[in-house]
């Protein structure tokens, strides 16, 4: 056998192996991944699918008679130029007519603001674009096709009506003085709730006030003091209220991480080719197409998801709720080591920042504190959970645990950490917080599902809960 033919068995030998090794699939049903084929991770399968044809076109070529001489090689690289030719211009064109989901504001570019606090002069303003109507449809069900066996029913379908002011925020108008001001993510912002549910539109109604949302989805506290800066204090209200979310808003955001000035251009350029239409389209084709294929196959045996999605019977209902190892983990903190991490210096020194922001334009600030779901379930559930199987979930994102007892009595005993350290922060500051943590864990234990089955949001049963903790604490503090 020629060298040629032995390189190309080789090649077909390695795309053979590739394609026989599945991924983890257990782990990828625990996190909530896509399972492409029924045994493949998103990226392998990616990977999979372009450099299979490759590899087996180049073990065609080299098994063939044609000689790899100049003329064939300049054809080769001509071919791959026009690809790569192609490909640029069409994704170009692709991005700029393709309607943005967000619109952002460099803050830096803002130079007119009613304040004199320089130093906050950095990071972005996200909105929506101005004067839009969303209409969606929400089937709280697992996320991807390969998921739970079984898998039970979630909350009730949802169709969605979101429209944005001419500033781009969730208000029925862009007012221009208001009393009161609500910052936060998308569980301000309200996700999968139609616009007269979201609790900011509860507590305008409750308080008999002027409210104006400028919550956004997906933006952290930089963000909520960015768009307090540029878009609240104009409004000139007597409160500013600031909900913080556990889940996300006390982590360590790309915006503060000390990188490198290879790895800011790598990850930079890594972003604008994930952000590509086309890439985007072939994602979405291989998960759509490639996604249903095999999804209803059996699992391994395994511990890990023997009680996922957890049971809760309360008030004569039953429902359920699903989180993915990370959420898990996020609230085993020792409280010493979450006090000296990055994510929480930056969460305080920023917090710090819109408290002395506000009090600078004799705005009263007041904190919202709002748990992640798993927060408020796990402790209605805790004396049904197994130990070893509770054990196994949270492994997949910490390989570095105690045994199963051990693990299990000191998350329950640190379940509580991220918020002790957000309310001890805030009698430090001299700043309210309401925590919303008992007021929902209370009607859910009741039997009222707060939260979807399969995302971490609020239900509009969840909103009311919180419009109804919410509007008597701050009604008191307006009126006092």
């Known amino acids: 056998m020629t060298p ?36 493949y991770s998103e990226n392998k399968a990616y990977a999979l699918l ?60 803002l130079t007119s603001w009613p304040h004199k606090f320089k130093r906050l002069n950095d990071g972005s303003v996200k909105a929506r674009p101005p004067g839009k109507r969303y209409e969606v449809h929400f089937d709280d069900e697992p996320g991807e096709a390969r998921s739970y066996e079984n898998a039970p029913p979630g909350f009730p379908p949802v169709d969605v009506v979101l429209t944005s002011d001419e500033r781009g925020f969730r208000n029925p108008a862009a007012l221009e003085r208001a009393d009161v001001l609500t910052f936060g993510d ?20 409750r308080l008999g006030r002027s409210v104006y949302n400028l919550g956004m989805s997906g933006t952290s506290p930089r963000g909520y003091r960015n768009a307090l800066i540029a878009y ?34 790598y990850d930079d350029a890594q972003d604008f080719v994930k952000d590509s239409p086309i890439v985007k389209a072939f994602r979405d084709f291989v998960e ?126 640190r379940i509580e950490t991220q918020e002790r350290t957000v309310l001890d922060f805030c009698e430090e500051l001299g700043v309210e917080c309401l925590s919303l943590t008992e007021p929902l864990r209370a009607k859910m234990a009741e039997g009222v599902q707060v939260y979807y089955t399969y995302d971490q949001h609020w239900t509009r049963l969840g909103h009311r809960v919180v419009a109804d903790a919410a509007a008597p604490f701050l009604a008191r503090r307006l009126d006092g």
């Open 186 to 205: 998308s569980f301000t912002e309200g996700s999968r709730v139609s616009d007269d549910e979201v609790w900011v539109a509860l507590l305008r109604e």
């Open 232 to 265: 609240g204090l104009p409004l000139e209200p007597r409160m500013a209220v600031f909900l913080i979310y556990e889940g996300n808003d006390l982590k360590e955001h790309s915006a503060d991480k000390d990188v490198p000035g290879w790895k800011e251009v």
């Open 288 to 413: 759509d197409s490639l996604g249903d294929v095999f999804a209803d196959g059996p699992l391994p045996p395994n511990t890990a998801l023997s009680w996922m999605p957890v049971e809760v019977e309360a008030g004569g209902t039953r429902h359920h709720a699903a989180f993915d190892p990370d959420d898990l983990c996020k609230l085993y903190r020792h409280p010493e080591k979450f006090r000296k991490k990055k994510g929480w210096k930056n969460a305080a020194r920023v917090l710090t920042e819109i408290v002395e922001t506000c009090r600078e334009s004799s705005i009263r600030p007041v904190f919202l504190y709002a748990p992640a779901k798993e927060h408020v379930v796990l402790p209605l559930v805790k004396d049904r959970l197994p130990r070893d199987g509770f054990h196994a979930f949270a492994s997949f994102e910490d390989d570095d645990l105690p045994p199963p007892e051990v693990f299990f009595e000191e998350f329950f005993a």
């Open 50 to 109: 372009v450099w299979s044809p490759l590899l087996l076109v180049a073990a065609a070529l080299l098994a063939s008679r044609v000689r790899f001489d100049r003329p064939f090689r300049f054809r080769l690289y001509a071919v791959a130029l026009s690809f790569v030719v192609c490909f640029v211009v069409v994704d170009v064109a692709a991005r700029t007519i393709r309607t943005p989901r967000y619109v952002k504001k460099e803050v830096k570019a």
């Open 4 to 39: 040629r033919r032995l390189l190309a068995l080789l090649l077909v030998a390695v795309v053979v192996v590739l394609w026989a090794v599945p991924s983890d699939v257990v782990r990828l049903v625990a996190e909530q991944d896509p399972v492409i084929l029924g045994r």
